[in-house]
């Protein structure tokens, strides 16, 4: 049973950094792009950062760029290392598996785990 577990969210200030992980279990990542969409209260998810296939492409989203960095520990780890963090990346973090991944985006999401809230606030 395929199974995706994140970690690292957190309170933190305007400007401030934190990093998320996400482990994935029972899932043979060869066949699947993975990475990150967010979703706040209200709003509609946002696909944030992936690792294409094979690590072909990554994305990140243009409200994330140069801000977020994502990272590949081992093939079933997955970090997403947030600086310069605003309020509006305030939401719940979920690392998915999903069936589309490109420099262009990132979609299709097939499984998901239960997310990791992060809070941007003074």
């Known amino acids: 049973q395929v199974q995706l577990v994140e970690s690292g969210g957190g309170l933190v200030q305007p400007g401030g950094s934190l990093k998320l992980s996400c482990m994935v279990t029972?899932?043979?990542?060869?066949?699947?792009?993975m990475g990150w969409f967010r979703q706040a209260p209200g709003k509609e998810r946002e696909a944030v950062s992936c690792?294409?296939?094979?690590?072909?492409?990554i994305y990140y989203g243009d409200s994330v760029k140069g801000r977020f960095t994502i990272t590949r520990e081992n093939p079933n780890v997955v970090h997403l290392q947030m600086n310069s963090l605003r309020s509006e990346d305030t939401g719940t973090y979920f690392c998915?598996?999903?069936?589309?991944?490109?420099?262009?985006?990132?979609?299709?999401?097939?499984?998901w785990g239960e997310g990791t809230q992060v809070t941007v606030s003074s």
């Open positions: 998915a598996i999903a069936w589309y991944c490109s420099e262009y985006g990132f979609k299709g999401y097939d499984t």
């Open positions: 029972g899932h043979d990542l060869d066949y699947h792009h």
């Open positions: 690792f294409g296939k094979g690590d072909k492409y």
